[in-house]
């Protein structure tokens, strides 16, 4: 596996063959795994990204202390069979007087883009940069980000980027709760409760295939659930699971999506339950 730390070298390494991409900030677990696997399997070769992108990051947000781990993430990516990782840093991905965004207006306003407003327009402009500097064949996404892959399926799809969008399954640890770098934070205590998003959603699963259709009840349930667990709720809503317009009766694909902070950790998770 090689390592490539600058556009040019990445450019001079991509040939013309069929190519898979996996973006990440590193911290690398198996839910990362699970993409790299996944585009190994279905590409020639397979080149991983890891790069912490400051411009999605809010001033108060976690930038500075985003847990950075670059051999064990080496070491997976080899494992999992990527044949190269791309390591840029922020000087080569923002030079001097850098000032041009890519925005997907609407979608990035709610859920997480309510809390984290810059967030989406962060992800879209690194991730456009990445597709652009990689050229890939295929790109793969976590379902674990939802709104995030809504977002960037619409940008494939609005500014005619030739590559196929690839969304991958939520890894979860056995207990249910979803992998992400962030769960590096929690304390013991944090991360017995960091369960709590998991529980709330699988539940509402349950009520949903019991018949429930109304989202103001599956709602209510979950908040009840979160509050048992979380220390503060940042949302719990059931939105149509292509256009993020909230619901009330659930007659189509609906994401029921979660964000909760354990302690000073701020966690995301969803399910979708379609009739
Ligand atoms: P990140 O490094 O957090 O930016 O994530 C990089 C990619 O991995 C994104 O497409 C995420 O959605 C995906 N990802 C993160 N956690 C998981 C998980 N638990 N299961 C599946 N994909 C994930």
Same mark, same amino acid.
């Given at each position: 596996?090689?390592?490539?730390?600058? &556009?040019?070298?990445?450019?001079?390494?991509?040939?013309?063959?069929?190519?898979?991409?996996?973006?990440?900030?590193?911290?690398?677990?198996?839910?990362?795994?699970?993409?790299?696997?996944?585009?190994?399997?279905?590409?020639?070769?397979?080149?991983?990204?890891?790069?912490?992108?400051?411009?999605?990051?809010?001033?108060?947000?976690?930038?500075?202390?985003?847990?950075?781990?670059?051999?064990?993430?080496?070491?997976?990516?080899?494992?999992?069979?990527?044949?190269?990782?791309?390591?840029?840093?922020?000087?080569?991905?923002?030079?001097?007087?850098?000032?041009?965004?890519?925005?997907?207006?609407?979608?990035?306003?709610?859920?997480?883009?309510?809390?984290?407003?810059?967030?989406?327009?962060?992800?879209?402009?690194?991730?456009?940069?990445?597709?652009? &500097?990689?050229?890939?064949?295929?790109?793969?996404?976590?379902?674990?980000?939802?709104?995030?892959?809504?977002?960037?399926?619409?940008?494939?799809?609005?500014?005619?980027?030739?590559?196929?969008?690839?969304?991958?399954?939520?890894?979860?640890?056995?207990?249910?709760?979803?992998?992400?770098?962030?769960?590096?934070?929690?304390?013991?205590?944090?991360?017995?409760?960091?369960?709590?998003?998991?529980?709330?959603?699988?539940?509402?699963?349950?009520?949903?295939?019991?018949?429930?259709?109304?989202?103001?009840?599956?709602? *209510?349930?979950?908040?009840?659930?979160?509050?048992?667990?979380?220390?503060?709720?940042?949302?719990?809503?059931?939105?149509?699971?292509?256009?993020?317009?909230?619901?009330?009766?659930?007659?189509?694909?609906?994401?029921?999506?979660?964000?909760?902070?354990?302690? *000073?950790?701020?966690?995301?998770?969803?399910?979708?339950?379609?009739?």
């Amino acid at each position: 596996m090689e390592t490539l730390q600058s &556009i040019e070298a990445v450019r001079a390494w991509r040939g013309s063959g069929e190519l898979g991409f996996v973006p990440t900030m590193g911290a690398l677990h198996e839910g990362h795994a699970s993409l790299v696997r996944r585009s190994a399997a279905e590409n020639a070769r397979t080149l991983v990204s890891i790069f912490v992108n400051p411009t999605q990051f809010g001033p108060n947000e976690d930038l500075a202390k985003y847990p950075r781990t670059l051999e064990a993430d080496l070491k997976l990516c080899e494992q999992a069979g990527a044949s190269a990782v791309f390591t840029p840093n922020n000087e080569m991905m923002y030079p001097p007087g850098f000032c041009s965004w890519v925005t997907v207006e609407g979608l990035g306003d709610r859920l997480c883009g309510a809390s984290r407003p810059g967030h989406f327009k962060g992800v879209t402009t690194v991730v456009s940069k990445l597709f652009h &500097i990689v050229e890939p064949t295929r790109a793969y996404f976590g379902q674990k980000d939802a709104q995030q892959a809504l977002i960037l399926r619409r940008m494939v799809r609005d500014l005619d980027m030739p590559l196929e969008l690839i969304v991958c399954p939520i890894v979860r640890e056995p207990d249910g709760l979803a992998m992400s770098s962030r769960n590096r934070y929690l304390s013991e205590d944090e991360r017995r409760r960091a369960v709590g998003l998991s529980k709330a959603l699988f539940e509402a699963q349950r009520l949903f295939k019991a018949g429930t259709r109304t989202a103001a009840v599956l709602r *209510g349930q979950l908040i009840i659930t979160l509050d048992e667990y979380v220390d503060k709720l940042d949302y719990a809503e059931l939105v149509d699971a292509d256009s993020l317009q909230p619901v009330t009766e659930i007659a189509g694909p609906t994401l029921i999506a979660v964000a909760a902070w354990v302690g *000073g950790t701020r966690l995301i998770d969803n399910v979708i339950v379609a009739p």
